[in-house]
């Protein structure tokens, strides 16, 4: 019967110690970003969101303008 109370006992704790690693998984796991890459205009200095930039030559504007003004 001891043994039978002891196994409960280590179940119950190995349990509550599974419990307490995942959560630390969670805690440590960073946040979800939802915010985009913020890129800065090679012309004007503007921020804007990485995907509404446009790419020219390795460098970011914010507009088809101010790519084009700058070669
Ligand atoms: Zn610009």
Same mark, same amino acid.
Request: hydrophobic share 40%; with cysteine; aromatic share 8%.
């Given at each position: ?27 440590? =796991? ?11 205009? =090679? ?29």
């Amino acid at each position: 019967m001891a043994k039978l109370i002891l196994l409960v006992v280590v179940f119950t704790a190995a349990w509550w110690l599974l419990k307490g690693y995942v959560r630390s998984l969670r805690e440590d =796991a960073p946040p979800a970003t939802r915010s985009e890459d913020m890129v800065r205009c =090679a012309s004007c200095g503007v921020h804007l969101p990485r995907s509404e930039g446009l790419l020219r030559g390795g460098r970011t504007f914010c507009s088809e303008e101010h790519a084009r003004s700058e070669g």
